[in-house]
């Protein structure tokens, strides 16, 4: 019989039948076929089978005793196959199906169909492809996806089907989500764990189709379609079109197809990267991070390094951890809340209202300065940004902002310092960096920012994740002062009521920021970026 034929109302009828044992010999013969020849109708029964167990487990705590009344314990026994019938009634006939081809959606009214099929649940590491049609906003963790491709040149993706698969991808490979029980691998290398509940989950390729029947497994895809399954446990199913065959791949082996050829052999699971390994390479990430910051809290020309992690939630003090640091420079947090850092399980401060700042007093004027910070936006309010904005009835100090049009579609760094003397202003000098950062500022990523004065050369440098994006000519050199600011916001917003200056302060996170007194390389700017990014 072809594949195709068995209406899913039969499959589901038979897999009612069959899970009470109530199959005559020609319904046993045809629900053999359904197994055995029909892939779709396979996949129903699975799920069939494990919904009933689920709620066989469910039920069993609603039986009554024994010595209630025949009459109840019948009544309960029908309730019970009334809330199972009514439950695979809902399952296979109500909600919205996939991987068929229905001509119409079934849609309630009033309800808004929802598109979502996935969730990209974690990734490190990633360099996104050309061809992704994933939008910047969508490439991050627990953002929720509708059908799309997904293109990375390098890196590790880990992407959660709604029915239970999850995929791991790793670069260089392009992936497609078709739906929440089916995917396609165009090309690259991938690993999928399919629990029970996701049983008969499907990867497509150009040459073959592999259904599992709940297991993991690895493949891979070459530009001409040929590949390879690879499975660790469990077993899968390997659809040849051409050789119009079915395979059945258990623990331990291997399928190489490459045009009519195909080859069974032994797994070689070393060759791919796992969950585990994802997770490995994240706590690696995290180990390298803080070595880097270990040396950087060492670094005798560094003055200030706040890393907003390992605080209690209420705690209202940052330390600073600089060992070079002086005495009395520790931070106060001032409405700021902890919130999630640049890995699972690390910290940062959360900045949403226009009280949240972390208020800090770092005397001493610099000849040279680096500033490095780490910020995840998550909306800009006013024109004008504060990364560090400081109280202005000083001698000398600085900005240094993220300016943003009033259409939020053009974000630049500025820095600027000034000189005066009995409140009058001796000098004021801009340093405006032109390049639009509203991909790298705007996506909900974490984006590294950095500022160095550079005296030397003569130059103010502006760096956006480990990249030169921008250089001014100095105009006069001056001492640089800090002294009393704010991160994240500014001390002047209550004599800018009403006005388009009031608002400054940042909305999102903050994982980190340092100040030192000479001017970092772009090597050494490039190697905290490339080491520290998520």
Not at 42 to 68: A, D, H, M, P, W
Not at 295 to 310: A, C
Not at 349 to 362: E, I, P, T, Y
């Amino acid at each position: 019989m072809k594949a195709d034929a068995y209406p899913s109302k039969e499959v589901d009828k038979l897999a009612l039948l069959a899970s009470d044992g109530a199959l005559d010999k020609d319904q046993t013969i045809i629900f053999r076929d359904m197994i055995m020849n029909d892939p779709i109708a396979r996949r129903r029964i699975t799920r069939s089978f494990y919904l009933q167990s689920c709620l066989g487990e469910e039920l069993k705590s609603l039986e009554l005793v024994n010595t209630q009344p025949k009459k109840v314990q019948l009544t309960m026994r029908l309730a019970a196959i009334a809330v199972l019938i009514l439950a695979v009634v809902i399952v296979f006939f109500v909600l919205p199906k996939t991987g068929q081809n229905d001509t119409e959606p079934t849609m309630a009214i009033g309800i808004t169909e929802n598109k979502n099929v996935a969730v990209i649940s974690k990734h490190v590491d990633v360099a996104w492809g050309n061809d992704t049609s994933l939008k910047k906003s969508k490439r991050k963790s627990q953002i929720p996806l509708e059908p799309c491709i997904i293109e990375i040149e390098s890196g590790l993706v880990q992407i959660d089907f709604f029915h239970g698969a999850t995929v791991l991808l790793e670069g260089p490979s392009k992936f497609q989500v078709i739906n929440s029980e089916q995917g396609r691998l165009i090309h690259g290398k991938l690993c999928a764990d399919v629990p029970p509940p996701a049983i008969g989950f499907e990867i497509l390729t150009g040459g073959f189709k592999v259904v599992d029947l709940g297991t993991s497994f690895g493949m891979s895809v070459d530009y001409e379609g040929s590949g390879e399954v690879h499975v660790f446990d469990g077993e899968v199913e390997v659809w040849h079109p051409e050789e119009d065959k079915q395979i059945l791949l258990q623990q331990g082996q291997s399928i190489s197809i490459r045009g009519n050829s195909v080859v069974v052999g032994k797994s070689r699971s070393q060759v791919f990267t796992r969950s585990e390994s994802l997770d490995y390479k994240v706590e690696r990430k995290i180990t390298e991070s803080n070595q880097i910051s270990k040396q950087l809290i060492e670094d005798e020309d560094v003055v200030l390094y706040y890393t907003f992690s390992g605080a209690d939630h209420w705690a209202r003090k940052v330390k600073n951890k600089a060992i070079h640091g002086r005495k009395g420079t520790d931070g106060a947090i001032v409405g700021c809340h902890t919130t999630q850092g640049r890995w699972p399980g690390t910290q940062a401060l959360g900045f949403n209202s226009s009280s949240d700042r972390v208020r800090l007093n770092l005397p001493g004027k610099f000849k040279d300065i680096t500033m490095i910070t780490w910020v995840k936006m998550k909306d800009v309010l006013g024109e004008n940004l504060a990364l560090l904005n400081p109280e202005t009835e000083q001698d000398h100090f600085l900005h240094w902002s993220i300016i943003s049009s009033k259409t939020k579609e053009l974000q630049q760094l500025h820095f600027s310092e000034t000189s005066q003397a009995k409140g009058l202003i001796r000098g004021r000098t801009h340093y405006h960096c032109n390049k639009n950062l509203h991909q790298q500022l705007l996506t909900g990523e974490w984006a590294h920012l950095a500022l160095v004065y550079d005296t030397q050369r003569g130059k103010v440098k502006h760096y956006v994740n480990g990249k030169l994006v921008g250089t001014n000519d100095i105009k006069k050199v001056n001492p640089l002062k800090v002294g009393i600011a704010d991160i994240g916001n500014w001390p002047q917003e209550e004599w800018a009521k009403g006005t388009k200056f009031e608002i400054r302060h940042l909305v999102g996170s903050m994982s980190k920021f340092l100040i030192a007194k000479r001017a970092f390389s772009e090597t050494e700017i490039q190697h905290i970026y490339e080491t520290e990014k998520p």
